[in-house]
């Protein structure tokens, strides 16, 4: 990396402040930026390999849909081949999150943040409350006394 000590020539002697000013903000820069590309190194690599394992299992599904004696073994055999393409997708997505999670400096892997949060139940229905009474106010002409003079 160029430096500052590089320009100490006559030559350069007006521009010597503003290469020194560059210099030392991409070496700066660089030193931020090193996490930044270590994390999208290790999201992309996640990536290829999800992209690996369903291929591979792309290229046996044919061999497996072959096997089946029945239409039911060949439903089976699909249902199958998606739910692990899902569930291989979902891991892989927990890992890119928990590295750019790491790089952002937010702590804690993202899966355990997701378990502190109360489980909420949207099957079972809650039975509303009884109204309350609604107690009634005396109007203005039943509080009026008469004054008697």
């Not at 055999?77 to 750019?100: H, I, N, P």
Request: proline share 5%; with cysteine.
């Amino acid at each position: 990396m160029i430096s500052s000590k590089d320009f100490d020539t006559p030559g350069f002697a007006p521009w010597d402040g503003m290469l020194a000013a560059y210099c030392e903000a991409v070496d700066t820069g660089f030193g931020q930026t090193d996490t930044l590309f270590k994390t999208l190194a290790q999201c992309q690599l996640e990536l290829w390999g999800l992209t690996s394992r369903r291929l591979q299992a792309c290229l046996a599904l044919p061999g497996t849909l072959s096997r089946c004696k029945t239409s039911l073994d060949a439903v089976h055999a699909q249902a199958k081949f998606y739910e692990t393409a899902l569930l291989q997708g979902a891991e892989s997505a927990r890992r890119m999150a928990d590295c750019v999670n790491a790089a952002a400096g937010l702590g804690g892997p993202i899966a355990e943040q997701w378990r502190e949060r109360p489980v909420r139940d949207f099957i079972t229905l809650t039975v509303a409350k009884p109204p309350r009474a609604v107690r009634r106010r005396p109007s203005a002409r039943e509080t009026d006394q008469r004054r008697v003079a």
